[in-house]
């Protein structure tokens, strides 16, 4: 099955600077990778996800960027702020369906 | 707000007990997906429900089972209990049968003594 690695599995960044989390994936048929954010006491919450047929995906602060050659993909949060930190997980699937393939997740600390 | 309502939020109970945890997907949600998360192994994917059939299982254990019934509500059923199965378990819920956007409730939390 899917295997999704994820790291650093800790992050700490100052307050307007970038931060960034990178997830490789082993199965070659993978072709959604979403991520999501969990914050304190909450439930994982989709931030933004990405297909196969797209080299990059922005959305305002956040971007995802897919190499799908070297099956990895990243997360990329510009000018962060302390409500930025949270558990960020990155996720692979197949189009088939079936179930999202979850990294172990990263915990980012935006320190002001 | 997901919308995914999850009840309880948290549980104790002892080695050996059996305990259910339910989830109400969103309004309009055909499939409903269980989670369990753990702090050294994130988020395991265990089952996932669609109109109220089986559709995938993932790393779920024998002594757990589950079923959505035809209000789309789904009930994950832990039995002879193990102080390895504390965690927190999540419901996800979307609208179709293949994998699009996840709405996760905020979480049952089992705590085994």
């Known amino acids: 099955g899917e295997n999704v690695e994820q790291h650093p599995s800790t992050l700490s960044v100052q307050e307007g600077d970038s931060a960034v989390i990178k997830c490789t994936y082993s199965?070659?048929?993978?072709?959604?990778f979403p991520w999501y954010k969990q914050e304190l006491g909450k439930g994982p919450q989709l931030i933004i996800d990405?297909?196969?047929?797209?080299g990059e995906k922005k959305d305002q602060r956040i971007a995802v960027t897919l190499n799908k050659t070297a099956k990895h993909f990243s997360l990329h949060i510009t000018e962060t702020q302390p409500e930025d930190s949270a558990v960020y997980f990155c996720?692979?699937?197949?189009?088939?369906?079936?179930?999202?393939?979850f990294g172990k997740g990263t915990s980012l600390l935006v320190t002001p | 707000d997901s919308g995914v309502t999850q009840t309880p939020k948290h549980l104790i109970t002892a080695t050996g007990q059996r305990v259910t945890l339910r989830c109400s997907p969103r309004?309009?949600?055909?499939?409903v997906y269980w989670y369990q998360q753990s702090l050294d192994q994130g988020l395991q994917f265990l089952i996932q429900?669609?109109?109220?059939?089986?559709?995938a299982k993932g790393n779920i254990l024998e002594r757990f089972s589950a079923q959505q019934f035809p209000d789309l509500h789904s009930e994950l059923n832990l039995s002879s209990l193990e102080l390895g199965d504390s965690a927190l378990y999540f419901c996800?819920?979307?609208?179709?049968?293949?994998?699009?956007?996840?709405?996760f409730g905020e979480g049952s939390r089992l705590t085994v003594l």
């Open positions: 990405i297909r196969s047929n797209v």
């Open positions: 996800a819920s979307c609208q179709g049968a293949n994998t699009g956007e996840l709405f």
């Open positions: 429900y669609y109109n109220g059939e089986e559709r």
């Open positions: 309004s309009g949600d055909l499939s």
């Open positions: 199965d070659s048929a993978s072709n959604y």
């Open positions: 996720a692979a699937s197949t189009d088939s369906g079936y179930a999202l393939n």
